[in-house]
């Protein structure tokens, strides 16, 4: 079945725009989480959305927010964009919310940030 | 605080040799460890996923190991290949933090000829 899918794969913003990024979970998943990662600050959890709810936040400022539609895709959103915002991120897609389950990570979207 | 530690940053092993990656945790109380494989440009993929009850699991060239008393895991890769360079990243959740997980820097890992 198909995987993880991320739209833009590759996005170039100036400072202080916003910019919205796509998910497609894979069929049937329920789940869809969202990661930063950095070369500094490796993997950084930015939330997790579980049938259309916000269930898991991470430590990040307001600028960065989400959704999930009913049909599990997921958007992220970043406003007033910084320098700093530029990063790949990864969705990952799970079938529900019980540990252990796997996550299947996408390809990423590379944002940068002039 | 829930941290994840690994260790070495980066290592350059010649094919065909054996390697070891160490993960050391501090999330409490456990609840499951996951190792990943990340190649350049790409999203991770899971090796290996282990709860608190196993101590070794095996995928192919790559064996996990658990020690959940001093909070160590370790990624043993076997008979190196050159595509296994890449990053190995291993995450931590437990049980009261919902589904957020702890990751680690990753170790960087180069496989020359």
């Known amino acids: 079945k198909a995987g993880v899918t991320q739209t833009p794969r590759y996005l170039i913003k100036t400072r202080g725009q916003q910019v919205t990024l796509s998910c497609s979970p894979i069929?049937?998943?329920?789940?869809v989480s969202w990661y930063q990662q950095t070369p500094g600050q490796g993997l950084q959890f930015l939330f997790e959305?579980?049938?259309?709810?916000?269930?898991n936040k991470g430590n990040f400022p307001g600028r960065f927010s989400g959704r999930q539609f009913s049909n599990s895709r997921s958007e992220m959103n970043v406003s007033t964009l910084e320098l700093g915002d530029s990063a790949l991120y990864l969705c990952?897609?799970?079938?529900?919310?019980?540990?252990?389950?796997?996550?299947?990570f996408g390809p990423g979207t590379r944002l940068t940030v002039t | 605080k829930n941290q994840v530690e690994q260790s070495p940053q980066s290592l350059i092993i010649l094919e065909g040799k054996n390697c070891t990656l160490q993960c050391n945790y501090t999330v409490s109380p456990f609840s499951n460890l996951r190792w990943y494989k990340q190649d350049t440009g790409r999203g991770p993929v899971s090796l290996t996923i282990?709860?608190?009850?196993?101590n070794t699991k095996s995928n192919g060239r790559y064996t996990a190991t658990l020690d959940a008393d001093t909070k160590q895991s370790s990624l043993h890769i076997t008979a190196s290949q050159l595509s296994d360079s890449a990053s190995y990243i291993c995450v931590v959740s437990g049980t009261n933090t919902g589904n957020q997980f702890y990751f680690g820097t990753g170790t960087s890992l180069t496989v020359i000829p």
């Open positions: 282990m709860t608190f009850s196993e």
């Open positions: 990952a897609s799970s079938f529900s919310g019980g540990a252990p389950y796997e996550q299947y």
């Open positions: 069929s049937g998943h329920r789940s």
């Open positions: 959305y579980f049938s259309e709810t916000q269930r």
